[in-house]
């Protein structure tokens, strides 16, 4: 396995043409660089969009990490019109969690964070509710209670936006207020929620009420990015498990919750991994 703390990822998209890999490698091989994972996806056979992930080993380069990424720019980028970044494993992403009083998914990602398999800072969890704050303390992350109502709104969003700053990533494990599109326009493709159904179907409250009142086969989750547009956004990762007419609502929010914790982690960990490019409203996911 490549180590890790030398590990470099670089994510490309742009106009599909003839020469791209052999351009990126080249660049890279001159420098110095042992590619050691690439995958690719292009929308046509002709004349489509190119999207690329490329891992990289960083240990025998000849140029600084600013130099490089200019030398790139100049050398590679511009000519295929690209989108492009890169990142570096080594430069732990910090990561802010956002709960109510549903622990299920929020447990998980610390869980994973505590045992090095979510590669991440995590600075805190801010919920609207105490509850949790024992939850949290064991796992010696800060926990912060910003209390929502329909008279403090605004404020209390400011305050959690205050809170929110430094991070690169926040994630809603079941936080149950809209955030402002103001807030979401602060944090493009930053910021990550669970679900509780399979969109598009049963948005809104009580999504187990409502799927076991409809007879429902298959229950699922979905993680997405938030957008301005209410549980519309890139969608990342859904998963379902089946269910039948012999469980009832409180099974059904067991066997829902089961999916919702396991498909938010794996959504995290991808972007954390920089193993998702956004395009529109659809997300390539190079897992």
Not at 90 to 102: E, G, H, R, W
Request: with cysteine; glycine share 4%; hydrophobic share 40%.
């Amino acid at each position: 396995m490549p180590n890790t703390n030398t590990t470099a990822r670089l994510l490309i998209t742009c106009p599909d043409k003839p020469g791209i890999v052999s351009a990126v490698s080249s660049f890279l091989y001159n420098h110095g660089a042992n590619i050691t994972d690439l995958d690719q996806h292009s929308t046509e056979p002709e004349g489509g969009t190119y999207f690329m992930r490329l891992e990289f080993q960083t240990p025998h380069l000849d140029l600084s990490r600013n130099v490089l990424a200019k030398a790139f720019e100049e050398a590679v980028a511009s000519r295929y019109n690209m989108n492009w970044h890169i990142s570096y494993a080594a430069d732990l992403k910090k990561v802010a969690i956002l709960v109510s009083k549903f622990d299920h998914a929020m447990l998980e990602l610390l869980w994973r964070w505590s045992r090095c398999t979510l590669p991440c800072q995590i600075t805190s969890v801010i919920s609207n509710h105490p509850d949790l704050e024992s939850d949290v303390a064991s796992f010696g992350v800060p926990f912060h209670v910003v209390p929502v109502n329909k008279d403090n709104k605004a404020e209390a969003e400011a305050r959690i936006n205050e809170l929110l700053q430094g991070n690169d990533l926040i994630v809603l494990a079941r936080y149950m207020q809209i955030l402002s599109p103001d807030l979401v326009a602060r944090w493009p493709h930053k910021i990550i929620n669970i679900h509780h159904s399979f969109l598009p179907a049963f948005v809104g409250a009580n999504p187990y009420q409502q799927a076991h009142d409809k007879g429902v086969k298959l229950i699922g989750a979905t993680a997405h990015y938030v957008t301005a547009d209410l549980d519309q956004g890139p969608i990342i990762e859904q998963d379902v498990d089946r269910v039948s007419h012999r469980h009832d609502v409180d099974i059904l929010r067991d066997l829902g919750q089961d999916v919702e914790r396991n498909v938010l982690a794996r959504a995290v960990k991808w972007h954390l991994e920089d193993r998702i490019i956004v395009h529109g409203n659809k997300t390539i996911v190079f897992n």
